[in-house]
C-alpha cells in the first residue's frame, strides 16, 4: 500500500476519520471524525486559539453557518465562486477540469488558467474521463457555483446559502465588531467554524471535501498608520517559494528569514510576512514536517482581484504539495462591497494627533428644482453631485454639471447645485479599513499532522506502526496499565487514572491483552507515554515513552507532577 493508503485504513480503524453515512453507502465529500479525530482536531484547534487568537490579543466570534442571499450578492460569491467543471459524454459523470490537467500532465496550477485555455489543453493532451476513459476533447468547460442554497423559514421567499468561508460572517458583523474593539485600529477578529462547498468530484480524504472547518482571522488595519511587530519574526526561517522561482520547474523552495525577505522585496507585504513568521512556528508546535513544508506565492493568475500579494502554506503528503492556508491583504474589498450593498456604517472613525484644518468642496441641491425636473433619479443625482465634487471641484466652473446615474447622464444647472469650498476644522476622519487574512483549513492541517506522523519501525523483532504526534495535540496523552490482574493492581491502576484526569490530563485505561499488545495499541493512536503499575512495594511505577519505547521508574505520589511537566514541555523524558 502507499502512504497514504495506510494512512487512511490506520484513520478508520483506529477511530480517526472515516467516510460518513457509511451505513447507507456513504456520501461522498463528507467525514466523520471518530473519538481520536475529534480530540486531535479539537487540540489543534485549541493551539490555533491559544497562537491566534489569545496570544495576539484578537477577539473571537461565531457566526451562523448560513447567511441570506443579500450577504453573498455583496461578497461577489454569487457571480463569481465557481470551479471548473466538465461533463463526459459517455457515462455523464462531472469532473474538476483543471484537476484532470493536473493529473495527467505536468501542470501544477491549471486553477489559474481562463477556461479558454483549460479547453485547449484538454484537447492538447488528449486528456480522458477519469472514470470511464472516453475522450474529453472539444467538451464545453463551464463554471459551476459551488455554493449549498437553501431557504430560510417557509416557502422561498428569502433564499440563502451555506456559508462557504467563515470570514463573510465576520465582515458583515463589522459594524457592531468596531464598537467592541472601542473604534481602535488595528484589531482582529477570529472565527472557527464549519464550511461548506459543493464540490464537483470530491476526493483524496480529507484533503477534497464539501463540509470542512475553517480557522480565519480577519486583521482591520489602517493601511496608512498600522505596521505589524516585525521584529518579532524577523529572525524565523521558512522555505519560500516565489512566484519567480515556481518559473523553473526545477526550482525548490528556498530558506530565507522572515526580515530577509521582506528587506530583499520576496515577500512584498509586511503584515502577510508577519503571520508567515507566525504560521510557520505554529505548523512546527502541531507536528507538521518541517521538511515537507513551504510557503508558495501565488502565480499573477490566480491572484484574486482586490490581492496585490497571497501566499499559502503548502505540505508535501506522499508525493504531492497540498494547500493548508492561505495569507491575503484584501485591502478595503469587503467592507465596501458590503457597505454599497448595505443600510450600515463599514467605516470606523480614527482620531487625529492634532486638529486640522481643511478645504471641503460641498454641495446643497436644490431639490425642489431636482424632484419635478428629474423625478424618481433626483435623490441619485443629488449623491452624484456630492460624491463629484469630492472628486473634482472643476466640473462646477461652467453653467451646467454633467453627471451619471445608472448608466444615464443627467446634465444640471449649476445654480442648482450650491456648490461650495470652505474651510473646516476636523478633529479626525472615517476610513474603511483594510483587511488582511490568515485563513487556515482545520481538516487539511490533522491530515498532513497524522501523515506526517505515521512512523514504522522494529521492535524486539516485530514489525510496529506508530503515530509520533506532538504530546499537545496527541488524543490522548498517556495510557494506564495494570500489569496483571492479580494484587487488587486493576483498582489500584484506575485510582491513578482517575488521578490524572484530575489533574487534567487525557487518559485512557486498558487492561485487555498482554501488557506489549497494549503499549502497540497506543503506539497506534498515538500516546506519548504509558503507565504501568506492577505492584512494586516501593510505590513506583513505569513510565515508557512512545518513539524510542525507553521507560523510567517514577514514584506514584511524583506521578502527576512528572506527566504534567512532560504534558507542558517543562521537562522532558530524558530527565527522568
Known amino acids: 500500500m502507499t502512504e497514504t493508503a495506510d494512512v487512511v485504513e490506520l484513520a478508520k480503524r483506529r477511530g480517526y476519520f472515516f467516510q460518513a453515512s457509511g451505513a447507507y453507502g456513504g456520501v461522498s465529500g463528507f467525514y466523520t471524525f471518530g473519538p481520536q479525530g475529534a480530540a486531535l482536531k479539537r487540540n489543534i484547534e485549541d493551539t490555533w486559539r491559544d497562537r491566534f487568537t489569545i496570544q495576539e490579543g ?4 461565531d457566526a451562523p453557518t448560513i447567511a441570506p442571499e443579500s450577504v453573498f450578492e455583496a461578497s461577489g460569491h454569487l ?3 465557481d470551479d471548473m ?3 463526459c459524454p459517455d457515462c455523464g459523470e462531472s469532473h474538476r477540469a483543471d484537476h484532470i490537467i493536473e493529473d495527467n500532465t505536468d501542470i501544477e496550477e491549471a486553477e489559474s488558467y481562463p477556461i479558454p485555455e483549460v479547453e485547449e489543453l484538454i484537447a492538447e493532451f488528449e486528456l480522458v474521463c477519469p472514470s470511464c476513459g472516453a475522450g474529453l476533447a472539444g467538451r464545453t468547460v463551464t463554471a459551476f457555483n459551488l455554493m449549498f442554497e437553501t431557504n430560510i423559514g417557509p416557502g422561498s421567499s428569502q433564499p440563502g446559502y451555506l456559508r462557504p468561508e467563515t470570514a463573510q460572517g465576520i465582515f458583515v458583523e463589522f459594524p457592531q465588531l468596531k464598537e467592541y474593539a472601542r473604534n481602535q485600529l488595528p484589531f482582529g477578529v477570529t472565527q472557527i467554524g464549519r464550511a461548506y ?3 464537483i468530484s470530491p476526493r483524496r480524504s480529507l484533503l477534497r471535501v464539501r463540509e470542512f472547518t475553517q480557522a ?3 486583521l482591520f488595519v489602517d493601511p496608512e498608520e498600522d505596521e505589524p511587530d516585525l521584529d518579532a519574526v524577523r529572525d524565523v526561517t521558512a522555505p519560500l517559494y516565489s512566484a519567480e522561482m515556481q ?10 528569514t522572515i526580515g530577509e525577505a521582506v528587506d530583499e522585496g520576496v515577500i512584498g507585504d509586511e503584515w502577510v510576512a508577519y503571520y508567515l513568521g507566525i504560521a510557520k512556528e505554529w505548523y512546527d508546535r502541531v507536528g507538521v514536517d518541517m521538511e515537507r513544508f513551504r ?12 490581492a496585490a500579494d497571497c501566499w499559502d502554506a503548502e505540505a508535501e503528503v506522499d508525493g504531492d504539495w497540498i494547500e493548508l492556508a492561505g495569507f491575503a491583504y484584501r485591502s478595503d474589498y469587503d467592507l465596501s462591497k458590503h457597505a454599497d450593498h448595505s443600510d450600515d456604517d463599514f ?3 480614527t482620531q487625529y494627533d492634532e486638529p486640522q484644518t481643511v478645504e471641503r468642496a460641498t454641495v446643497d441641491p436644490d431639490m425642489s428644482y431636482l424632484g419635478p425636473e428629474f423625478g424618481g433619479a433626483a435623490a441619485g443625482i443629488a449623491e452624484a453631485l456630492q460624491t463629484l465634487a469630492d472628486r473634482d471641484r472643476t466640473a462646477f466652473d461652467g453653467d451646467s454639471v454633467t453627471v451619471e446615474v445608472d448608466g444615464e447622464s443627467y446634465d444640471i444647472p449649476t445654480e442648482h447645485v450650491n456648490f461650495s469650498v470652505d474651510e473646516v476644522t476636523e478633529s479626525g476622519e472615517h476610513i474603511t479599513p483594510h483587511v488582511v487574512e490568515p485563513s487556515f483549513g482545520v481538516d487539511r492541517a490533522l491530515y498532513t499532522v497524522v501523515h506526517h506522523a505515521f512512523s514504522e519501525d522494529e521492535v524486539e523483532g516485530e514489525h510496529r506502526n506508530y503515530l509520533a504526534l506532538e504530546p499537545e495535540v496527541a488524543p490522548t496523552f498517556v495510557g494506564v496499565f495494570p500489569l496483571t490482574d492479580q494484587d487488587g493492581l486493576p483498582e489500584r491502576a484506575r485510582e491513578v487514572a482517575q488521578d490524572l484526569r484530575d489533574a487534567g490530563l487525557s487518559v485512557t485505561y486498558d487492561d485487555s491483552g498482554s501488557i506489549g499488545r497494549r503499549y502497540r495499541r497506543q503506539d497506534e493512536v498515538g500516546t506519548p507515554f504509558c503507565v504501568t503499575l506492577d505492584g512494586d512495594p516501593q510505590g513506583t511505577a513505569t513510565i515508557r515513552e512512545r518513539d524510542s519505547t525507553a521507560q523510567a521508574r517514577v514514584d506514584l505520589a511524583d506521578l502527576v507532577d512528572v506527566l504534567t511537566a512532560l504534558r507542558t514541555g517543562d521537562a522532558t523524558f530524558d530527565d527522568y
Not at 518559473?247 to 530565507?256: F, G, K, L, N, Q
Request: no cysteine; hydrophobic share 40%; glycine share 4%.
Open 58 to 61: 484578537n477577539l473571537e466570534v
Open 216 to 218: 480565519e482571522l480577519e
Open 79 to 81: 457571480d463569481g465562486f
Open 295 to 306: 510557503f508558495r506565492q501565488h502565480l499573477p493568475g490566480e491572484l484574486a482581484h482586490y
Open 85 to 87: 467543471l466538465v461533463e
Open 247 to 256: 518559473d523553473d520547474p526545477d526550482a525548490a523552495a528556498a530558506e530565507w
Open 197 to 199: 462547498r459543493n464540490e
Open 347 to 349: 467605516t470606523l472613525f
